[in-house]
Every structure is written in C-alpha cells, then in structure tokens.
C-alpha cells in the first residue's frame, strides 16, 4: 500500500495561505454593515495597517500604539445620516495590557464616561474604549449636539462584534446567544 506523505513546506504554505485567506475576511468582521447600527452607514472600504507602517495612518503616535503591543490597526469611514462623518479605528494588541496602556496614558479631563467595552471615555467628538486586546477610537468630524449620542450607538456596534470576535477567538463555534457566528476561530493568524 502506497502512503501519500506532505512535504514540510507544502504543508507551512498552505497554512500560510490559510491565514492570509482567513485574515483577509478579519477587517469586515470588526465594523457594523450600513444600517446594522440604525442611521450609521458605512462608506468605503476597511484599510488595514501592520504595526509596521502604522506610521503612514498615525504618523507622530505610532511609537505609542508599537510600544503597546499594536500587530494591526483597522480603519474604517462612517456617515451619520446626512450630518455626521466619523472614522472608527480598531487596533488589535498583543495582550489586553496594550489597550489598557493606552487608554492611562490619555487624559481623561473634559471625558465623561461611557458603560462600554472594559472601559469607556466620550470627548464631545471623539470616543474612545477598549475591550480585551482591542483599543477602539471613533472620531467625528463634526461638532454638534447629537455627535455623542450618535458615537456611542455606532460604538456599541463595534463592541457587538468585538464580542463575537473574541468568542471565536477563545475557541467557540456556532452561536452565543441568540446570534449566529460566522466567522472561524483565529481570524487575526
């Protein structure tokens, strides 16, 4: 009887090309679709940067996403209804040390705080939480009333699916709650 046998490398590039086909699909996972968050739509593709050239996004702050453990930092433009544009960033850390760092290294004056993630700030026009390894920061480009109320529901958004993604990431499958999963475990190879 003849036994097939893989080659070591075959088999290092197939796996290779499974994480790169499985952390292709990772960026749509982390932001709510248009209208998934009521009023919010979602405008353009999700651009993804490795820690890297982080510094091409964030050029001046990089070193402090590095120095926190960032390996990936997802972006994304929003419109709220026709009055409010915003730009929602995820940046994945190492360990949920990393986005714990970040959010104690910026001041919370002029902040209230937000029943969000592990913990929550809101800035009039910016939103900032973090959640396990993830360090969200939303930001609108837009002064006004409704600014705030309306960040806080697209970020609920993400921690819906932040929530998932950390399920599968801990091994899950198939639902939590009443949600399906459509995403494999270990979607960030």
């Excluded at 390996?71 to 960033?89: F, M, P, W």
């Excluded at 390894?133 to 409704?146: C, D, G, H, I, N």
């Excluded at 600014?147 to 529901?153: I, P, Q, R």
């Excluded at 499958?173 to 459509?182: D, P």
């Amino acid at each position: 009887m003849m036994r097939s046998r893989i080659s070591p490398a075959l088999a290092v590039a197939c796996l290779l090309l499974g994480c790169a086909r499985k952390s292709g699909r990772t960026p749509a996972i982390l932001f709510p679709e248009s209208n998934e968050v009521p009023g919010w739509s979602k405008v353009g593709e999700t651009r993804t940067f490795e820690a890297a050239n982080l510094w091409q996004y964030i050029d001046g702050d990089a070193e402090k996403y590095i120095g926190a453990g960032v390996r990936k930092t997802l972006t994304a433009n929003y419109r709220y209804g026709d009055s409010i544009e915003a730009t929602a960033d995820v940046h994945l850390m190492a360990t949920a040390d990393g986005p714990r760092k970040i959010m104690d290294s910026e001041s919370a004056a002029d902040s209230q705080p937000v029943a969000l993630g592990d913990d929550a700030r809101l800035y009039g026009a910016s939103l900032v939480f973090r959640k396990g390894r993830y360090f969200v920061r939303l930001v609108a480009f837009k002064q006004s009333p409704e600014v705030g109320k309306a960040l806080v529901e697209l970020a609920r958004g993400i921690d819906r699916k932040l929530e998932q993604q950390i399920w599968n990431e801990s091994g899950h499958s198939g639902t939590q709650g009443n949600r399906q999963t459509a995403v494999e475990p270990q979607a960030f190879c």
